[in-house]
């Protein structure tokens, strides 16, 4: 995705535009004319507005048929279980793990430094006002307040349609998982036919995410000529402290978390690790797609550290889809960043169904740039934070993008360093066909 041009000019390029004609036009509109003159009014409530709801819920419609087939292919993609075994499990569990401190550390940062807070609570209140009616078929289906055990029978769905329907994203995504690890269980033509099928809707659905993306400088525009006409340069200060807390939580991840895990669990050198892992993560930070630096990451993974083939092209290819670590840590933070701009105190609860959410958002995240919105989107909806507040972020979302992918790819391969540990290459046969991923 990150080679589309629009008029010549990369993607990428246009949605800062956007962003930035959006913000200079919304404060311009902000310190002139003020949030309560009648044009700006009409304006934003029958033009901007209903631009950016447009692309809001061309997210909304793709999302579920995304996030069910990328799940049941990632899944599927394990191979025979019964064949892989400690390998899938051990694979299994590191991605667990390492998603879990990662989304940790941006919980715990975004609540002790709360970058969210300090917007006038009455401007919060008539921005929550203005896009209640965008969403609200939708926000009524969220949960408004989470209990411990009413939470984990909710996960099993007695009819995986009816939570399809009513956006339950979590029970969706429970089935998937198990309808992935029933693909791999049944081996036929039949199923190899069904999973080839939903690999197909994945595609499909990947490409018309493509599609709408590409109108993503005019929606982001629009959103925030919304948003900075009603919270004028307050909307500056909170964004840049969202930046600064997202990278910082990054920061940690990349540079103390793995550097322990590669050395205790390894027993390997941090510093040469990281030397060996240069080049795919140069490839990630640019590219923003951990699908597009997948070729470059298996290189290094068998010629720079020397991992057996048949554990590196595994962990990989399925960790470019499921093992998406800093993904996790974006959304999380960005869900209680949200919720405080907004001024919504997220008990404990809450804040625990969004880590789940974010761990279980890593597998269904597509692998390329801006794959994560739609999963934050549905976590807004899921908490009750206004949909409409995403808007805030989309236009650094491609730095955020970039950071992130280095620290997924980055994760794969710690990972799959992790895994390889005692574990032999089997001799290959000298007929073998090389290994071609997909990108």
């Not at 956006?167 to 998937?176: D, G, K, S, T």
């Not at 103390?256 to 027993?267: C, D, G, N, S, T």
């Not at 797609?289 to 997948?294: I, P, R």
Request: aromatic share 8%; charged share 10%; with cysteine.
């Amino acid at each position: 995705m990150d080679s589309h041009k629009i008029f010549g000019v990369p993607l990428h390029i246009m949605m800062l535009g956007g962003f930035l004609i959006g913000l200079v036009g919304g404060l311009y509109v902000h310190l002139t004319a003020g949030a309560d003159a009648a044009w700006v009014q009409w304006l934003t409530a029958n033009i901007t507005g209903p631009i950016g709801q447009i692309f809001m819920r061309l997210l909304f419609m793709l999302v579920l048929p995304l996030l069910f087939s990328a799940i049941v292919v990632g899944v599927a993609e394990m191979g025979d279980l019964g064949t892989l075994g400690r390998v899938g499990w051990r694979t299994l569990g590191m991605t667990v793990v390492v998603s879990t401190i990662a989304v940790l550390i941006g919980l715990v940062m975004v609540n002790l430094l709360r970058p969210g807070d300090g917007v006038d609570p009455a401007i919060a209140q008539q921005m929550l006002a203005d896009g209640a009616g965008g969403a609200a078929g939708i926000i009524q289906n969220a949960p408004s307040s989470v209990q411990a055990g009413q939470f984990f029978l909710d996960l099993v769905p007695s009819n995986a349609f009816a939570a399809a329907a009513a956006n339950q994203i979590l029970p969706v995504m429970v089935f998937a998982i198990f309808f992935g690890i029933g693909l791999v269980m049944v081996r036929s033509k039949a199923t190899d036919q069904l999973q080839a099928t939903l690999q197909g809707v994945f595609e499909v659905m990947m490409k018309l995410i493509g599609l709408v993306i590409k109108v993503a400088p005019l929606a982001i525009a629009c959103l925030m000529f919304n948003l900075a006409a009603l919270f004028g340069w307050d909307l500056l200060v909170r964004l840049a402290a969202f930046v600064g807390v997202a990278v910082g939580a990054m920061a940690i991840h990349m540079f103390v978390v793995y550097p322990i895990i590669v050395w205790a669990m390894a027993k390997r050198n941090p510093l040469q690790f990281f030397k060996d892992v240069r080049d795919p993560m140069v490839v990630a930070f640019s590219t923003a797609s951990s699908n597009a630096t997948l070729p470059v990451a298996l290189q290094a993974a068998e010629t720079e550290l020397k991992l057996p083939r048949k554990i590196s092209r595994f962990v990989l290819t399925v960790g470019a889809t499921a093992n998406q670590n800093g993904t996790a840590l974006f959304e999380g933070v960005t869900v209680l960043f949200l919720a405080q701009f907004f001024g919504i105190d997220l008990s404990l609860q809450q804040q625990f169904v969004v880590m789940l959410v974010c761990i279980l958002g890593g597998i269904g995240t597509a692998g390329v740039p801006a794959g994560s919105l739609p999963v934050v989107a549905m976590i807004l909806l899921m908490v009750g934070v206004p949909v409409e507040g995403i808007g805030l972020i989309l236009g650094v979302d491609r730095f955020l993008d970039m950071c992130r992918t280095t620290l997924n790819v980055t994760g794969d391969l710690v990972v799959a360093t992790v895994v390889s540990r005692g574990e032999a290459d089997p001799v290959t046969a000298p007929t073998e066909e090389p290994f071609r991923p997909s990108v």
